[in-house]
């Protein structure tokens, strides 16, 4: 189906077709069996190109249907709401890979992956954090070595989800000492397959289906040519970290964040309505249609947040305010949004069987990763100009 320049009434048709294919491809004895088995086949990504999510995050000149991140974020959503570990894929493929290259990546790097991620042959994984280093970035400690048409990169990173599974690695690495900070950064597209790369995974509570790694690098040679960006842009790599790939990982929390909420929303409402207690349906007693209604008013508010800074990055307007006031206010209502969920299911809540243990082990991880709330917190007050003395 073709996502180009989609109004309002045809993102709700392709909505409509999300919707469709995750009951053929994604029942829920599917979803907990991925849960389960901490793994995802990467092939449903087909799945999704068929549906033409991949081409929506690509211009036309390379293939796409127009880079649209409305309909991106309302995949996202949908995806979500079944299974987090679908919309990785599609986050891996449109976001990390094709926005994230048509924003930072050279000309010869486009015309190279665009056309296999438009169709959705590749995912790329981001590679920044490391044992450490969480949020403060500009101190990775993964060392690149030039050498002629060469680079040659040794060190560790962390929590690298899904790295078993993609083609590319987004290594953030450094190319001199470690007190220059964001001075000698550069970002690398490593193939996963490289020689020299052992893949580790990582024990999580939730989102397990998205399998996060440890990724080792013992002297990965790859041709300068790898450098997002091209040669030139060696020790770019914070600029262009800071700038649209950031921006852009602020836009798919909030929009997995309403995903997963909205679910839990819903088996909420539906169990209120059938379980009964005291003679009446749960739902008959205030404390319970107090909570549902609170919990549908804050998915709204978390609803108009995304949206604020879905039109600010549509418009080309800087969204940095936008976006960090997105992925915080919504990360964190989603958390409050399944917590007063799970407990209108009681023990149901806690116990397998239902969606609701699995939603609350995988929202809780929105405020942590992709910038944690304090995080946001920190650069909002600059953003907004609050002095420091
Ligand atoms: C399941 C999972 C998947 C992930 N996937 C990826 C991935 O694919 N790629 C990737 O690169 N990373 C990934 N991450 C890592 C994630 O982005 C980091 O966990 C996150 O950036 C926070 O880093 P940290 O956990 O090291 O916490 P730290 O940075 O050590 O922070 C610990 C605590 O201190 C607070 N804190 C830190 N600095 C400040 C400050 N200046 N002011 C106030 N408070 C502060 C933080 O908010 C937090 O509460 C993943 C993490 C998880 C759990």
């Not at 015309?111 to 994984?125: E, I, K, T, V």
């Not at 002297?219 to 790898?226: A, F, L, R, S, Y």
Request: charged fraction near 25%; include cysteine.
């Amino acid at each position: 189906m073709s996502t180009a320049g989609l109004d309002e009434a045809g993102r709700e048709l392709l909505r409509g077709s999300i919707r469709r294919m995750l009951d053929r491809i994604a029942p829920l004895e599917n979803v907990a069996r991925w849960d389960r088995d901490d793994h995802i086949p990467r092939d449903y990504i087909r799945h999704l190109a068929d549906l033409g999510l991949c081409m929506a995050a690509v211009p036309t000149q390379f293939g796409g249907t127009g880079s649209d991140p409305r309909v991106i974020a309302l995949a996202i959503e949908e995806l979500s709401s079944r299974s987090p570990a679908l919309a990785s894929l599609l986050i891996q493929n449109a976001i990390y890979g094709s926005m994230n290259l048509l924003a930072t990546g050279s000309a010869e790097q486009q015309a190279r992956l665009l056309p296999d991620l438009d169709a959705g042959r590749l995912l790329f994984a981001y590679g920044l954090s490391e044992p450490n280093v969480g949020s403060d970035l500009a101190s990775v400690e993964t060392r690149t070595e030039r050498r002629r048409r060469s680079v040659v990169v040794n060190g560790t990173k962390r929590w690298c989800s899904d790295a078993d599974i993609c083609d590319f690695i987004v290594t953030l690495v450094r190319t001199g000492p470690v007190e220059a900070r964001r001075h000698n950064l550069s970002i690398l597209l490593i193939p996963s397959t490289s020689d020299g790369i052992t893949t580790r995974a990582m024990a999580t509570m939730g989102m397990r289906d998205i399998k996060t790694c440890e990724v080792t690098f013992d002297d990965v040679v790859v041709p300068v040519e790898n450098v997002l960006g091209g040669p030139s842009c060696w020790d770019r790599g914070w600029q262009q970290l800071v700038g649209p790939a950031l921006e852009a990982e602020k836009i798919q929390v909030p929009a997995m964040a309403i995903g997963i909420a909205r679910s839990a929303l819903d088996e909420a409402w539906t169990y209120a309505q059938t379980r009964r207690q005291f003679g009446v349906p749960i739902c008959a007693h205030q404390s319970i249609r107090h909570a549902l209604v609170d919990a549908k008013m804050k998915l709204l508010a978390c609803r108009a947040m995304l949206d604020r800074a879905l039109s600010a990055i549509s418009e080309n307007r800087d969204s940095a305010v936008e976006t960090s006031m997105a992925k915080l206010f919504v990360a964190e209502t989603a958390c409050e949004i399944v917590l007063a969920c799970q407990r209108i299911l009681g023990a149901y809540g806690y116990a397998e069987g239902f969606q609701m243990e699995r939603l609350v082990r995988d929202v809780l991880v929105l405020p942590i990763w992709g910038g944690s709330s304090a995080i946001q917190r920190n650069n909002l007050a600059g953003l907004l100009g609050l002095p420091r003395a």
